[in-house]
């Protein structure tokens, strides 16, 4: 007697995970995406549709589809944008998972897109080889220097490495005193 296995269980379990915000720890604006899930029917053979979308209110895209790797980077980011992605999985009998909870990265912008006014703050590192953002660093050696940035949002982020010979940052938005970043260990 031969036994005929039907699959018809659908992938589950679905999850993705994109860095929170991209800074210190990369030089470039390549967001590293990870994903994983579950197919109670391991031998289907699973693969993957990868999803984003730009801000909140951004319309879904398919950016892979039919892939089977687990990690790929998303090479096309604008700095200034929050990008939103999701996952499903689809398996060898064709059973179509549900998308999973998304997960986002922010891509700031570049520390010198949006000065418009500075006293101090005019030393800079540039190069490639670099582990800062874009591989640039503006950093002062006085204090008392001031840097002015025009943006529009709901969150500004000051990214910096903690170490002896860092100092404070005092943060003013809109003309107001907000908070006091202590980079001293």
């Known amino acids: 007697m031969d036994v005929i296995f039907v699959d018809t269980q659908k992938p589950r379990n679905a999850t993705i995970r994109s860095?929170?915000?991209?800074?210190?720890v990369t030089s470039t604006r390549n967001i590293l995406l990870?994903?994983?899930?579950?197919?109670p029917t391991p031998s289907s053979g699973l693969t993957?549709?990868?999803?984003?979308?730009?801000?909140?209110?951004?319309?879904?895209?398919?950016?892979?589809?039919g892939t089977n790797g687990t990690?790929?980077?998303?090479?096309?980011?604008?700095?200034?944008?929050?990008?939103?992605?999701?996952v499903r999985g689809t398996?060898?009998?064709?059973?179509?998972?549900?998308?999973?909870?998304?997960?986002?990265?922010?891509?700031?912008?570049?520390?010198?897109?949006?000065?418009?006014?500075?006293?101090?703050f005019i030393n800079t590192r540039l190069t490639e080889a670099n582990k800062f953002y874009n591989g640039t660093l503006r950093y002062s050696v006085h204090p008392g220097f001031r840097i002015k940035y025009k943006f529009t949002g709901r969150s500004v982020?000051?990214?910096?490495t903690l170490g002896l010979g860092r100092g404070r940052a005092k943060i003013y938005v809109d003309g107001k005193w907000v908070k006091t970043v202590d980079t001293l260990p």
């Not at 990870?34 to 197919?39: E, G, I, P, R």
């Open 19 to 24: 860095p929170y915000l991209l800074s210190n």
């Open 91 to 120: 398996d060898g009998a064709g059973n179509i998972g549900a998308w999973s909870k998304s997960d986002s990265t922010i891509v700031p912008y570049d520390q010198d897109q949006k000065v418009i006014s500075r006293r101090g």
């Open 48 to 65: 993957f549709e990868i999803q984003f979308k730009r801000n909140p209110q951004g319309i879904w895209t398919t950016w892979r589809t």
């Open 71 to 86: 990690r790929r980077y998303y090479k096309d980011s604008i700095a200034g944008t929050t990008y939103f992605f999701r």
């Open 34 to 39: 990870k994903w994983s899930v579950f197919d």
């Open 157 to 160: 982020y000051l990214v910096s």
